[in-house]
């Protein structure tokens, strides 16, 4: 089994900063890629920011040059260093890991998610 766990979240003035981590566990051989995603009240998931094995990054128009993904690949952690967050930055966020497990399986696993709120 594999398990992703989200920490990391909490209630932020406008402006302020938060950063989100994010472990994967259990029987994994390797990671393809990690990545963050969030969903606001009444709306679908959408994409934050991902990040693959080789370091190459993608971000969500909304949150480029304020966000900041990385990764520690000898702890299989991802991390998400938001700044200048706004109201509307405001959901639930959820990590991801697409791993390679033994026998050639892909999986994608889903963390149970973590609460970012930005108000004054």
């Known amino acids: 089994q594999v398990q992703v766990v989200e920490s990391g979240g909490g209630l932020v003035q406008p402006g302020g900063s938060l950063r989100l981590s994010c472990a994967a566990s259990g029987t994994i051989v390797s990671i393809n890629a990690m990545g963050w995603y969030r969903q606001a009240p009444g709306k679908q998931r959408e994409l934050v920011a991902t990040?693959?094995?080789?370091?190459?990054?993608n971000y969500a128009d909304s949150v480029k040059g304020r966000f900041t993904i990385s990764t520690d690949n000898a702890k299989n952690t991802v991390y998400l260093q938001m700044n200048s967050l706004k109201p509307e930055d405001t959901a639930v966020y959820y990590c991801?890991?697409?791993?390679?497990?033994?026998?050639?399986?892909?999986?994608?696993?889903w963390g149970q998610g973590t609460q970012v709120t930005v108000s004054s």
């Open positions: 991801n890991a697409d791993v390679n497990k033994f026998g050639s399986r892909r999986v994608v696993y």
């Open positions: 990040i693959t094995s080789g370091g190459i990054t």
